[in-house]
């Protein structure tokens, strides 16, 4: 199929900052490969960010020589302040981008594209971090990488795998609505989007990838890690806050799986309030029934272990307004989880009861147990909402078999290992 630079059905945009030396190899390369491979119309967009060595005028070349490429050119530097000006003004149905030096396989792009053209996934990325990835760089990389994303899934509760692989794409209509609350202009503009797209519930798509590091690569390692630093601890504020209206993203039928429960922190607070003293209540009556036969370290477990289990599902509906059967196994055993750590700091508390006042009365026990109960509960609130419910209400990223709804070759379709 040949490129047609008309209402694309793909439009594959290439940011470059002073990339003079690999620009032209690398999109005559991707030209090439998306014309002979490609069963849908394409588009490939070379975003200039500020380049003062030339890349601009090779863009230019470019464009004017091979049929179905655009140059856009801009003032300030910035990946993610060039895909969000390039995707916003794209007329194309699917939005994706990789980086100019192709360090990712080009047989994992219609796999990466196909389920935004199919309407079966919001966005796609391709990740690095799957089994069935090859990927071949060096051991700091990899740590690096890996420990960035460990953070992400800490801090933000992420479940997607692979945060910063330059290789994305989005149905336009999702950028459309996704773009405007993305802050960030630099290197950390992927992983705000996949936070937020995944904190609505959208669904992502995942591409294991081969991979290999481009020697040649000057990201500054350090600059770039504060900066990711500093975003992570915006969004993580913007989210407790509930100051994103991610919930109008949601599809119809993200709406339905959900109660309606406000995600904003008063209302959750107001609700796990509620289900925390019915809680204590139940738990205090099950505690002093079971002292009557049990050491207070027993009665203590047993009475906190029966009622986590109500406290997690009611919490589940009601506080974080999540319904259905999938994900309440987890859910439930990442809440023993909790329990454990309100089991540890109510047991401890006995503990030094014991130690400073031997053979203290049923009341002191009954009065240290309610104010370590008030700061397990704290707690238990934070691991909730961080952790265990932290993920929206939508559904986990996924990674459907895609479907598309134009004809392709099956044999297509699958990720191949295409000499490179």
């Not at 690398?26 to 500020?50: C, E, G, K, M, W």
């Not at 509760?157 to 336009?172: H, L, V």
């Not at 055993?333 to 750590?341: P, S």
Request: charged share 20%; hydrophobic share 50%; proline share 6%.
């Amino acid at each position: 199929m040949r490129a047609t630079p008309q209402v694309p059905a793909v439009d594959v945009v290439v940011p470059v900052h002073n990339e003079c030396a690999d620009l032209e190899r690398s999109v005559r390369r991707l030209h090439a490969y998306l014309t002979a491979q490609l069963p849908v119309s394409f588009r490939v967009t070379i975003a200039d960010n500020a380049s003062d060595d030339g890349t601009w005028a090779i863009a230019v070349r470019l464009r004017d020589s091979l049929p179905g490429v655009a140059a856009v050119r801009l003032e300030e530097k910035g990946r993610g302040r060039a895909l969000r000006q390039v995707w916003l003004a794209s007329d194309a149905e699917v939005l994706a981008y990789m980086d100019v030096d192709l360090s990712t396989d080009l047989a994992a792009l219609l796999p990466l594209v196909a389920p935004p053209l199919s309407g079966h996934s919001d966005l796609a990325i391709g990740t690095r971090l799957d089994r069935s990835a090859r990927v071949v760089r060096g051991p700091k990389r990899e740590i690096i990488s890996r420990a960035y994303n460990l953070l992400l899934r800490t801090t933000l509760a992420t479940r997607f795998s692979d945060a910063q692989c330059g290789f994305k794409a989005i149905r336009a209509d999702v950028a459309r609505d996704l773009l405007p609350l993305v802050e960030d202009s630099g290197w950390f503009f992927d992983t705000e989007l996949l936070v937020l797209a995944e904190r609505a519930g959208l669904r992502i798509h995942e591409v294991p990838v081969d991979w290999v590091d481009d020697p040649d690569s000057r990201v500054d390692i350090v600059a770039t890690a504060l900066a990711d630093l500093k975003g992570i601890v915006r969004v993580s504020r913007a989210l407790a806050g509930g100051r994103l209206p991610l919930a109008a993203l949601r599809s119809p039928r993200q709406a339905e799986a959900s109660t309606g429960a406000p995600a904003g922190l008063v209302g959750q607070l107001l609700r796990f309030g509620a289900i925390g003293v019915a809680s204590t209540a139940a738990y205090l009556v099950l505690y002093l029934l079971l002292r009557i036969g049990l050491t207070a370290q027993w009665a203590n477990a047993l009475a906190l272990l029966a009622t986590a289990v109500g406290n997690t599902a009611a919490n589940r509906r009601l506080t974080f307004g999540v319904s259905g059967a999938p994900g309440r196994l987890r859910h439930q055993v990442q809440g023993l989880v909790v329990f454990g750590v309100g089991l540890a700091l109510t047991s401890g508390s006995l503990v030094a009861l014991g130690a400073l006042a031997p053979g203290a009365a049923r009341p002191a026990e009954v009065a240290v147990l309610v104010a370590a109960n008030v700061g397990a509960t704290l707690l238990r609130f934070l691991l909730y909402r961080s952790w265990v419910f932290g993920r929206g209400v939508g559904p986990p990223a996924v990674r459907p078999a895609p479907v598309p709804s134009f004809a392709l070759d099956p044999a297509v379709v699958q990720p191949t290992r295409s000499p490179r």
